[in-house]
């Protein structure tokens, strides 16, 4: 079966960028997005379409898909954004998978 | 808006079956799917299986095939998703979520704990 990858954890000092890798193979020929999870929350869209975002979501969410690995970047990280970040990807025969989640701390 | 509004959570015992409902309004339930997604307690979210609002085509996760349905009534906007013969792995907060290729709406989660 398909399998995404993340790293368990990223910190971040406030302002700072702090960027998620998800990898799978061959996962730049699929369209991937990205989830934020904040305690006790559904997940909230922040990224479709390897980088497009949602109505609502800040400019500093952005995100890129190459080759064997997607990219969520934040930019000038603020406390708010400290959750869980969860990547998912889909084409007709893998269906919907998500990664293994990386919980993003800001020092 | 769009809003999904999922059943009340559920206690059952292993080898029982559950039934989670989701009601969606502010779109058209016939022109988008419906997926469900579960988590379990300090786990990642896990993707099930899906439903299209128009013809009732299904997609199942292999994880879950042979033990979840998930049927719609349209009438009333609503998605249903059965799991059965529960173990107690299965104890997770169930979400429905709305969306093709990436899922930009979700329920708020039921809470489906199993127990003997």
């Known amino acids: 079966s398909y399998e995404l990858t993340q790293p368990p954890s990223v910190s971040v000092s406030p302002g700072q960028t702090a960027s998620i890798n998800c990898s799978g193979d061959?996962?730049?020929?699929?369209?991937a997005c990205w989830y934020q999870q904040k305690p006790g929350q559904s997940p909230v869209l922040v990224i479709y379409q390897d980088n497009k975002r949602p109505s609502g979501i800040p400019e500093r969410f952005s995100g890129s898909n190459s080759g064997n690995t997607a990219t969520l970047a934040i930019s000038g990280t603020q406390a708010i954004d400290e959750a869980d970040y969860y990547c998912?990807?889909?084409?007709?025969?893998?269906?919907?998978?998500f990664g293994t989640g990386t919980k993003v701390t800001v020092l | 808006q769009v809003q999904l509004v999922q059943s009340g959570a559920e206690v059952k015992k292993p080898g029982a079956s559950v039934k989670v409902s989701c009601t969606a309004s502010g779109y058209i339930f016939t022109s988008n799917a419906i997926h469900w997604v579960r988590q379990a307690p300090g786990q990642r979210l896990e993707w099930m299986g899906w439903i299209y609002g128009g013809n009732g085509n299904t997609k199942y996760s292999q994880k879950f095939q042979g033990r979840v349905s998930i049927t719609r009534d349209t009438s009333a906007s609503t998605a249903h998703m059965e799991l059965s013969r529960l173990r107690s792995e299965d104890t997770a907060v169930y979400f429905c979520?709305?969306?093709?290729?990436?899922?930009?709406?979700w329920g708020q989660g039921t809470l489906v704990t199993v127990s003997s």
């Open positions: 979520a709305r969306g093709d290729g990436y899922l930009q709406h």
């Open positions: 998912q990807a889909w084409d007709s025969s893998t269906a919907y998978v």
């Open positions: 061959k996962l730049g020929d699929k369209s």
